[in-house]
Nanobody, 115 residues
Framework: QVQLVESGGGLVQPGGSLRLSCAAS????????MGWFRQAPGKQRELVAT???????TYANSVKGRFTISRDNAKNTVYLQMNSLKPEDTAVYYC?????????WGQGTQVTVSS
């Protein structure tokens, strides 16, 4: 049974930081491209960042320079360090594992940036 369990969301003031974690089980983690997506109310889900099995990373323009994705294959975990958070970063953040044939999603974790 595949599980992606996100944690680390919460309420933070503008300019603050959060670190999201996604622990995966039931997949050959090291061969998967791991990613973070987010969905704000009334908007479509959008890509935030990805980290391929080969070590390549991509970021949405809106988060470049502020967010950093990383992964620990020994712990089957992917992280998203979010700095200089803005109110427009408020969304439910989802972990994604994309393999050769199928992709999996976590249940999401809420991030709210507000004073």
């Amino acid at each position: 049974q595949v599980q992606l369990v996100e944690s680390g969301g919460g309420l933070v003031q503008p300019g603050g930081s959060l670190r999201l974690s996604c622990a995966a089980s039931g997949i050959a983690f090291s061969i998967y491209t791991m990613g973070w997506f987010r969905q704000a109310p009334g908007k479509q889900r959008e890509l935030v960042a990805t980290f391929t099995s080969g070590g390549g990373t991509t970021y949405a323009n809106s988060v470049k320079g502020r967010f950093t994705i990383s992964r620990d294959n020994a712990k089957n975990t992917v992280y998203l360090q979010m700095n200089s958070l803005k109110p427009e970063d408020t969304a439910v953040y989802y972990c994604n594992a994309k393999g050769p044939i199928i992709a999996y999603w976590g249940q999401g974790t809420q991030v709210t940036v507000s004073s």
